[in-house]
């Protein structure tokens, strides 16, 4: 087993000298300077200490019987190692030839030559200019600190001025096209400059343990971008873009321009007609809505049998209506109301106003106490989103009280395109069901448990920890189950039990869960596509079949961290030289 082991110890070492290059120089040393042993001659010569081990003074302690024996175990031994020598020989011999190939594609050291780094970097392959470049300033940042410890200031001094040089002709280049003339010149002079380092400084394990700590140190500034990239993007998520809000302020002073009779919408008989097709959009973003009604409308077989109820606030309720007045929905009928209308919608009924009294969620929301740096706190951030502040958020939960005379009504999302004629969701039999949607989870993700705190009694003795989540956005809602089953009451237990966010986080699906658990049907998927604005590998084929296609996510299509590939689904249902949009310079 011994010598086995050192005949693959040598075929590991053919490899570590292919891959490494601290061990380059001693590529000639085993290749030139000594030769394989020769196995057999092995075994002999452990046959022949076996022989000459009677000559050892320990025989005289034993018995003739006793020596022949042993004399016959050690043979037995011996034999046995040959034989499976014998029957990995082939394989070992490929796997040693294979290393030996490897090693010979490695360069010899030759002074005043820049070669420390495998032949494939001196390829007249694309970028390998770049690549170089980068490798050379890797190994001058560790030869630099290596020169520095051991009094070498003058190569020291070289290292770093032929650095600076370095990172001053890549600058922000990825192409060798992109790399000043003089870039050649650097690479040389550097590499002059390392071959002198090398000799002078040369010291495998040294360079191994400043890599390992620049690994490390990379590492940890990953770690911190990601944690920045978080809070850049909540904030981004959170911020309206100057046009959209140079949108809203212009519709905003048109409208209060006009007179009161020309602020109406025609086709009001439409509003409570429930033979006709209703839309619920709640929402703060006046072109968001446009997209929604337009895609809507332009997809679907009969337009004049569709309804659309947009809620807004107060600050927009303005621009909402002025914006439909100048851009009404073909024979489609609209109407715009403000959720600060709705009376009835106060502290005293609605648990989330209540709770927003409360001294505990002011602090939450709005203590100015803050973390000082990008990196704290960004994982919070997203559950201080004013969003999940707005009764706009939360007004799903009380449809049947908004629109009293309805039986079905489907809800959508601001951030969705429809591609497609949705009335077919109407006839879907939702099976005694209160919320048609559809539903999310995979395997093992987008469950009950990724929602809610299943430690907490009140959530473990209730629900099913691995029940499947489903998706808001494009929701089919049985107004008249809802009220046979009082789904606002439900929701007001739950939302009342989370008062200190022990049962969730803040957002509305979490309630939706637990409001709606057991009454949920599950929509086909090909209804409701979701992740444009989080996951850039969904198929386009996915996307293109699709009925309604979600921006859930950060990346919103009307924001500049989009994704450029989704957002022409997006674009494609928005007039770029209409005179608002025109002035307020939003752009593609």
Known sequence: MAIRAGRSALVALAFLLAASPCLQARVDQLYHGRQVSDWSRQLNFELQNLSSSQNDGRHLLASPQEIAHRKLRARTGVRKKMEVVQQDDEALVKLENTGIERSKAVDSAVLGKYSIWRRENENEKADSRVRQMRDQMIMARIYSVLAKSRDKLDLYQELLARLKESQRSLGEA??????????????????????KARDLLYDCKAITEHLRAMLLSADEQVRSLKKQSTFLSQLAAKTIPNGIHCLSMRLTIDYYLLSPEKRKFPNSENLENPDLYHYALFSDNVLAASVVVNSTIMNAKEPEK??????????????????????????????????????????????????????????YYFKADRPKTLTAGSSNLKYRNPKYLSMLNHLRFYLPQVYPKLNKILFLDDDIVVQRDLTGLWEVDLNGNVNGAVETCGESFHRFDKYLNFSNPNISRNFDPNACGWAYGMNMFDLEEWKRKDITGIYHKWQNMNENRLLWKLGTLPPGLLTFYKLTHPLDKSWHVLGLGYNPTIERSEIDNAAVIHYNGNMKPWLEIAMTKYRPYWTKYINYEHPYIHGCKISQ
Request: charged share 20%.
């Open 174 to 195: 990825t192409a060798d096209a992109e790399l000043p003339k003089s870039a050649l010149e650097r690479i040389k002079t550097m590499g002059q400059v390392l071959s």
């Open 306 to 363: 569709h309804v659309f109820h947009l809620v807004t606030d107060k600050l927009n309720f303005g621009a909402m209506n002025m914006w439909f007045l100048l851009n009404p929905p073909g024979d489609a009928t609209i109407h715009v109301e403000n959720v600060d209308d709705f009376k009835w919608l106060n502290s005293s009924y609605c648990p989330v106003l209540k709770q927003l009294e409360s001294a505990a969620m002011k602090e």
